[in-house]
C-alpha cells in the first residue's frame, strides 16, 4: 500500500517547455487535489476533482490543466513553464470532501 | 474573499515553553477546521481537526486546539513543546475547498 506517490521528485524546465506531473493513489480515495508550496506564502489550492471525470480549478488555476480519467491518477500538467511557477508541488488524497486530506511527497519544480 | 490567516510567521520557544499558534478564517457558514504540521524535509501530516461537538479538540503528540466560533478562530497549543516539535505548523479550513494559511515556522531550542 504506497498511498499517494508523486513523480518526478525533482525538475528543472527552460520557460516555455511543457511537462506533467505525475500524482497516483491507491487508498481509492474520491478527492484529488494539487497545491503548490511557496515561501511565506503557505499552501495555495490549484484544482482538485471530487471524483473520476470531475475536475474544479483552486486559488490559482492559470497555466495548469488537469483531468481525471480514474479514480488512481491525477496528472498536474503545466502548458508552458515560467520562472512564476518554480515552487513545491503537493497532491493530496481524501476519502471524500471534506475529510483530512494525505500527502504525497511533494515535487520540487525549477524553471529557469 | 475567503482567506485563513496565521499571524504568527515564526515564533522561537525554549524547550518546556506553552505554545499558542493563532489561526482565523474569514468563511461564513459551516466549516470544518484542521491543522497541519510538516517536519523538515518531509510532507504534511494531519495534527487533528474539528467537525463538529467539543470545541476543544486534541491531536496527536499531546497537541490540542480550540474552535471558537463567534472570533472565527481555531487556535492551536500545546503546554510544553519539545525539541522534536521544530516544524511548520499549517492551518487548513474547508468550505468549498481546502484552503491553508501562510504557516508558522516554529523553532523550539534545546
Known amino acids: 500500500n504506497a498511498g499517494v506517490t508523486q513523480t518526478p521528485k525533482f525538475q528543472v524546465l527552460k520557460t516555455g517547455q511543457s511537462m506533467t506531473l505525475q500524482c497516483a493513489q491507491d487508498m481509492n480515495h474520491e478527492y484529488m487535489s494539487w497545491y503548490r508550496q511557496d515561501p511565506g506564502m503557505g499552501l495555495r489550492l490549484i484544482h482538485y476533482?471530487?471524483?473520476?471525470?470531475?475536475?474544479d480549478q483552486g486559488e490559482v488555476p492559470n497555466g495548469y490543466n488537469v483531468s481525471r480519467s480514474t479514480t488512481e491518477d491525477f496528472p498536474l500538467r503545466l502548458l508552458s513553464a515560467a520562472p512564476s511557477q518554480t515552487s513545491v508541488y503537493f497532491c493530496?488524497?481524501?476519502?471524500?470532501?471534506?475529510?483530512?486530506?494525505?500527502f504525497g511527497p511533494g515535487t520540487r519544480l525549477t524553471v529557469t | 474573499a475567503q482567506s485563513v490567516s496565521q499571524h504568527n510567521h515564526h515564533v522561537i520557544l525554549s524547550e518546556a515553553a506553552s505554545l499558542e499558534l493563532g489561526c482565523n478564517y474569514s468563511?461564513?457558514?459551516?466549516?470544518?477546521l484542521f491543522w497541519y504540521v510538516q517536519y523538515p524535509g518531509q510532507h504534511l501530516q494531519l495534527l487533528l481537526k474539528y467537525f463538529s461537538g467539543d470545541p476543544l479538540v486534541k491531536g496527536i503528540k499531546g497537541f490540542e486546539a480550540e474552535f471558537i466560533k463567534s472570533k472565527f478562530s481555531f487556535n492551536l497549543r500545546k503546554p510544553s513543546v519539545q525539541w522534536s516539535d521544530t516544524a511548520e505548523y499549517f492551518c487548513a479550513v474547508t468550505n468549498n475547498d481546502m484552503r491553508f494559511g501562510a504557516g508558522t515556522r516554529l523553532t523550539v531550542k534545546p
Open positions: 476533482s471530487v471524483g473520476a471525470g470531475i475536475t
Open positions: 468563511y461564513g457558514g459551516t466549516v470544518n
Open positions: 493530496a488524497t481524501s476519502l471524500r470532501f471534506p475529510y483530512e486530506q494525505y
